[in-house]
């Protein structure tokens, strides 16, 4: 795996490790520090209440993660499914659920996201909803071609001539041979979904203060640009560098499994 | 070819109307009630009847739904809660500006993508080339909300060539071109010099190169040409994530567009801005895929032979 995502990876970590280690509070506020640069009490410095920057983005990482991974795993489950069925059963069913994946696909990149968390009240729950919302139609137009690929194959026809009924072929044949691509997929849209999750925060429809996220602190930072560049740059970079990371898992895994995938980012 | 048209024309019609329906039912059926949101948790039950009979809501959703449906037919896309305004003439004064935007960044990404792609592709493997990819590689990876207060920092505030944000002026739009531009102009110069360093070691350059003709003459009428046909679907597709992109950039940049637009009026609880918004936006993006679809065929003579 690449050397440097390795490096950050590992940096990320000992960071979170150490906030449990040492409990760190990223609500604790120095008000003689408010907006200081880096010193020894907080090394990347104080957010304009006076918060360790540091803590927070220990802690956003923390909030971030936990909500897109379930959002990964929700959206990956439903997708999955609604994409074999269509794949496996063809016909009128493919027909329908193919139109409603070019619905939900003619939505460009977030803006499904931002309308439903628009309409909710903002929150963890419904930060997840709405990146489910934006985030099973991926899923399941892979699902759905892989499977439209695999259900021609000898052994798939060699099991049905055998007796074999739809669930059985669909959980020994179809489900395996999807594992691959899917989980290669599966790990590029976590580091979609950070980006979408912190544009969300970003618009104030994300994880509400005073919990630490990326975006929110991102939106903070921007308002003291003047007096505090440091604070952007620390958040802007912190992003980049865990999607960075998760990329190059992503990469990794590309290679390790030497697949070609016909996934076209949008 | 002709049949084909009007097959995908009649499902670009029901792909605006799925839109439509979809982002209808996703705004009126999310639990709790909107109009206790628009008026607070103080408010009257007089007021929240009566608002609630304004704006249509006591109705079945059915009702709701085809009563908005043959508005818009009608040119009709409601009056915004907020400031009592029709909607449309707050869109149109925002998708104008919007359309300024995008047309900008697409300029720049097709101006400065095309040129570099090139540039990589033909001294492949110098330091040029090596500067360009990994410099695009740097660029895809920084989303617009950083990129945007990084531009800031390093032109308004550093530099202080360009203004911080806002509409005044001509120089106003070139940080918020940029900040759209830049992750797009990263995917056109991988595929430009991808695709051109592909081309170069094909038979059509090969045969142009022993009929003579120079290094130049080959790149621009042979290479380049060709290299046309995938940036134009690219574009095509990318066009939508501009899109949503705007709504990031002009919020940093207060640019009064479409996506500013909906932002504020999601933060003030503008019901029918808000879906007027996204639908434009959801639509702008399929039409503007569905003449993409054209625009390829156009470009390409073997899509429209073999079909």
């Known amino acids: ?266 | 070819m002709k049949n084909k048209f009007v097959i995908d024309f009649i499902y670009l019609i029901f792909q605006i109307l799925g839109i439509f329906v979809i982002s209808f039912i996703l705004l009126h059926l999310v639990p709790g009630d909107p109009v206790l949101v628009m008026l607070g948790e103080s408010s009257s039950v007089a007021d929240r009847v009566a608002l609630k009979q304004l704006l249509g809501l006591d109705q079945p959703l059915y009702t709701q739904l085809l009563q908005s449906l043959f508005g818009i037919f009608q040119g009709n896309f409601g009056t915004s809660i907020f400031n009592q305004q029709p909607v449309k003439v707050l869109i149109q004064e925002a998708i104008k500006n919007t359309y300024i935007l995008a047309i900008s960044s697409l300029l720049i990404t097709l101006s400065v993508g095309l040129t570099a792609g090139f540039m990589a592709a033909k001294y492949q493997g110098k330091w040029l080339d090596k500067t360009i990819t990994n410099l695009s590689l740097l660029f895809i990876s920084i989303p617009h909300f950083f990129l945007g207060p990084l531009l800031i920092l390093l032109f308004s505030i550093f530099l202080g060539w360009l203004p911080i944000s806002g509409m005044q002026g001509i120089y106003s739009i070139i940080l918020p071109a940029l900040t759209l531009a830049l992750g797009l102009l990263a995917v056109t110069i991988k595929m430009t010099r991808n695709c051109m360093v592909e081309l170069m070691n094909s038979d059509v350059v090969r045969t142009a190169r022993a009929k003579g003709l120079s290094e130049w003459k080959v790149l621009i009428h042979h290479v380049f040409r060709l290299v046309l046909i995938p940036i134009i679907t690219l574009l095509g597709m990318q066009f939508g994530s501009l899109l949503s992109g705007a709504v990031i950039t002009e919020t940093i940049f207060s640019w009064n567009g479409i996506g500013k637009l909906l932002v504020e009026s999601i933060q003030t609880r503008d019901y029918p801005v808000t879906q007027s918004c996204i639908l434009l936006i959801a639509t702008s993006y399929v039409c503007i895929n569905f003449f993409t679809e054209l625009l390829y065929q156009w470009v390409d003579p073997r899509v429209r032979l073999n079909k």
Request: net charge positive.
């Open chain 1, 1 to 266: 795996m690449n050397k440097i995502a390795l490096i950050i990876l590992m940096l990320w970590i000992f960071l979170v490790i150490a906030r449990f280690i040492f409990n760190w509070d990223a609500n604790e506020m120095v008000f003689d520090e408010i907006l200081s640069s880096p010193n020894k009490h907080a090394w990347l410095g104080r957010d304009d209440y006076g918060r360790s920057i540091l803590t927070r983005l220990v802690d956003g990482l923390l909030n971030s993660l936990g909500i897109v991974l379930i959002a990964t795993f929700l959206s990956s489950f439903f997708g999955i499914m609604i994409g074999i069925v269509a794949g496996y059963f063809g016909g009128r069913v493919d027909q329908f659920i193919f139109y409603f994946i070019n619905l939900f696909m003619s939505f460009p990149g977030i803006l499904l996201a931002i309308a439903f968390a628009a309409m909710l009240s903002p929150g963890k729950l419904n930060l997840i909803m709405a990146l489910f919302i934006g985030g099973w139609v991926a899923y399941a137009r892979l699902a759905r071609s892989q499977t439209l690929i695999c259900k021609n194959n000898d052994y798939v026809k060699a099991s049905r001539s055998m007796g074999g009924s739809d669930i059985w072929i669909l959980k020994k044949h179809i489900l395996p041979s999807l594992q691959t691509p899917l989980l290669v997929e599966g790990t590029y849209s976590v580091a979609g979904l950070i980006i979408a999750e912190a544009s969300l925060s970003f618009l104030g429809l994300g994880i509400q203060a005073p919990e630490a996220s990326w975006g929110a602190m991102m939106r903070d930072s921007v308002r003291f640009l003047l007096v505090s560049p440091h604070y952007a740059i620390f958040v802007g970079i912190s992003i980049m560098s865990l999607v960075y990371c998760i990329n190059a898992i992503g990469d990794f895994l590309h290679k390790y499994w030497d697949i070609q995938l016909n996934h076209d980012k949008r």
